[in-house]
């Protein structure tokens, strides 16, 4: 498939960051001719590896039109953080753990894991601000006043 495009249709963006620094890949898009929605566009995205030009990843992105590679390519590197927040309600507040059999019960639960979900993401962050703003004896205000 990467015969298909031509070297200088690659463009090399970030699908944002990672453990080690931001991700960086290699992006073409392909418009879609499917029938869409006013506003909107529909483009087949493709990302490649630096390391290996022969390992592809394809999305299907619906977006508003004029929305650059740039965007389209941030918000295919979402995938990970997405996952991840998924993994973390399963894991720590049961979103897994839902035997409703009526849509009534299974959106009950779901509104309370994502609300509880909300509420601890929220909580952590207040504590890392508060944290992380309070000096110690080693801050550079402190060690200027000596």
């Not at 650059?68 to 399963?90: D, V």
Request: with cysteine; aromatic share 10%.
């Amino acid at each position: 498939m990467t015969e298909a495009f031509e070297d200088d249709q690659w463009v090399s963006l970030t699908a944002g960051e990672g453990s080690k620094g931001p991700r960086l890949y290699d992006w073409v898009r392909v418009p879609l001719g499917w029938e869409q929605d006013e506003g909107f566009e529909r483009w087949l995205l493709v990302r490649r590896s630096r390391r290996d030009p022969e390992a592809l990843a394809y999305f299907f992105a619906n977006a508003p039109q004029g929305t650059s590679l740039a965007e389209l390519a941030g918000a295919a590197g979402l995938r990970w953080t997405i996952e991840e927040c998924f993994l973390r309600a399963k894991d720590d507040l049961g979103l897994d753990h839902c035997e409703a059999r009526s849509w009534h019960g299974w959106h009950r639960h779901m509104s309370l894991v994502m609300a509880a979900a909300a509420f601890l993401v929220r909580l952590s962050a207040d504590q890392r601000r508060s944290a992380f703003g309070k000096r110690d004896k080693t801050s550079p205000e402190v060690l200027a006043a000596a």
